[in-house]
């Protein structure tokens, strides 16, 4: 028989033989993710050159025959059309400003152009576009397997406005989400949606696409966890509102941070016509006032730095603001570590190894006071759930839902002067952010011959069937017959 020591000698032997093994398994994943990475990249590369390939040959670089391509059954080129899109989506031009533009071109001799197309033909080729790209196109583009983002915004009257963007379930790059990675879904405006309704419409969007849907990404709406709930999809709970809840559990009720907030609200109402209104605190919207509070955070500590260079007069006005440096100083913490684990989970995706670093991340930061600490509870708390989620999952997945956030504030400032108008035009612009040029002349062509105005219009008047300004005008113009 062997002897104890020999024993022992070949355990120690086979432990590192173990641990070399180990290692090596690491670094070979390691290398796989890479390389997907890396391919996803130059798949993506190549999808972009073959586009802009097909673009430059239907624009026809070379070929006189092409220079002015018709579309079918309309009057102006294909080139036309894609300079005024273009000048739409891309520059944010008003329509009027778009016919004024290509004026001073043709004045100038940088466009030669026998007509000009008129505002309105340009709004029906916005609204012609966003129509085909929403109904014929739904999902294109997308591999099997997607995930969902869902969120509604509020608009002036009773409607609210329902959006659902696709996006591949796999995060394969390490770049946070942007409007060329997703495809709208469905987008309609209703009085009010319930839970059951949004699960209705995620059934439809599934079935209409042929895809799986592996998760969706939402706030904290209890009708959009309802929905997830009842379709049985896992919902991840974006990553900044999460942030925001939890800075608002750890400091809301801090009568520190309520005392400083009614300071603040104080300063912005008093010091608007003196002559410190230079220094006056940023406005805050009022709902989810912990997703913007950094502005206000930041404002109050750069007071604090420089209030020795202020005049007599500026520091009498602002001398109150030095009560409040140690919550000020604890959000700036707070909102420091809030920043590092949005920015990375935006990055790198929500997986198993993501969460662990995060977890790390939290270890390290200087959380010792009692507001820090709830702060660090939540956080955690927040980590655990969504690690429950991704425990069994061997890809990245998105958290961040800020893509479909943006799209509404860009369609919110293309709105009209009298919010009472509501514009059916900018919501069908929706689904045109996502395009690329190229991928906006390729379809051009068939959009133009395949969708007509009234399908468009009708479309509108279905989402639309209340309009504001119209029963306002009505109303004023009989009292004043009547007066």
């Known amino acids: ?66 220079l002015e391509q018709r579309v079918s059954r309309h009057w102006y080129s294909a080139n036309m059309m894609s300079l005024c899109l273009s000048l739409r989506l891309v520059a944010g031009c008003s329509f009027r400003s778009i016919v004024k533009i290509i004026e001073v071109f043709h004045l100038r001799s940088v466009l030669e152009t026998a007509d000009i197309p008129c505002a309105n033909t340009i709004e029906n080729w916005v609204k012609k576009m966003g129509y085909y790209e929403m109904v014929y196109c739904k999902g294109e583009g997308l591999g099997d397997s997607i995930s969902v983002i869902v969120d509604e915004s509020m608009r002036v009257g009773p409607y609210k406005q329902l959006l659902v963007l696709g996006l591949n379930a796999a995060k394969t790059d390490s770049s946070p989400l942007d409007y060329s990675k997703v495809r709208v879904l469905h987008m309609s405006v209703s009085k009010s949606y319930t839970g059951d309704q949004v699960s209705h419409i995620l059934a439809d969007v599934g079935r209409q696409t042929g895809k799986k849907i592996a998760y969706g990404v939402s706030d904290d709406d209890s009708k959009l966890k309802k929905a997830f709930r009842l379709s049985d999809i896992p919902r991840i709970s974006d990553v900044s509102h999460a942030m925001g809840r939890c800075l608002e559990k750890a400091f809301k009720e801090d009568a520190r941070y309520q005392s400083f907030s009614k300071a603040v609200v104080y300063w912005q109402h008093t010091g608007v016509n003196r002559p410190y209104a230079y220094l006056l605190p940023p406005k805050q919207r009022v709902m989810a006032r912990f997703m913007n509070i950094a502005p206000v955070v930041e404002w109050g500590k750069g007071m604090l730095g420089g209030f020795e260079r202020l005049t007599k007069e500026e520091q009498a006005a602002f001398i109150d603001l030095k009560r409040h440096e140690v919550v000020l100083n604890e959000l700036g913490e707070a909102l420091k570590l ?89 919501v069908l612009e929706i689904p045109l952010y996502c395009l690329s040029q190229a991928e906006l002349f390729d379809r051009i062509c068939p959009a133009m011959e395949s969708v007509s105005v009234p399908k468009t219009q009708a479309w509108i008047s279905m989402q639309f069937p209340d309009n504001q300004s119209f029963k306002r005008n009505k109303f004023f113009k009989n009292e004043k017959i009547v007066n």
Not at 347 to 360: D, H, P, Y
């Open 1 to 66: 028989m062997e002897s104890k020591k020999e024993l022992s000698r070949k355990l120690e032997k086979a432990r590192a033989k173990n641990a070399r093994l180990t290692k090596n398994n690491q670094n070979q994943a390691r290398r796989i993710r890479e390389i997907e990475s890396s391919r996803a990249k130059w798949k993506d590369k190549s999808k972009a050159n073959i586009l802009k390939v097909r673009s430059l040959g239907r624009r026809g670089f070379g070929a006189s025959k092409h």
């Open 338 to 426: 809030a920043k590092s684990l949005s920015l990375y989970l935006k990055k790198e995706g929500l997986c198993t190894s993501n969460i662990t670093v995060c977890l790390s991340m939290i270890e390290q930061g200087n959380l010792s006071c009692p507001a820090l600490t709830v702060f660090k509870t939540q956080l955690l708390k927040y980590l655990q759930e969504m690690n429950e989620l991704v425990k069994e999952v061997k890809e990245r997945w998105q958290c961040s839902s800020e893509v479909i956030e943006s799209m509404f504030g860009k369609r919110k400032a293309k709105d009209a002067d009298n919010r009472l108008v509501q514009n059916g035009v900018n």
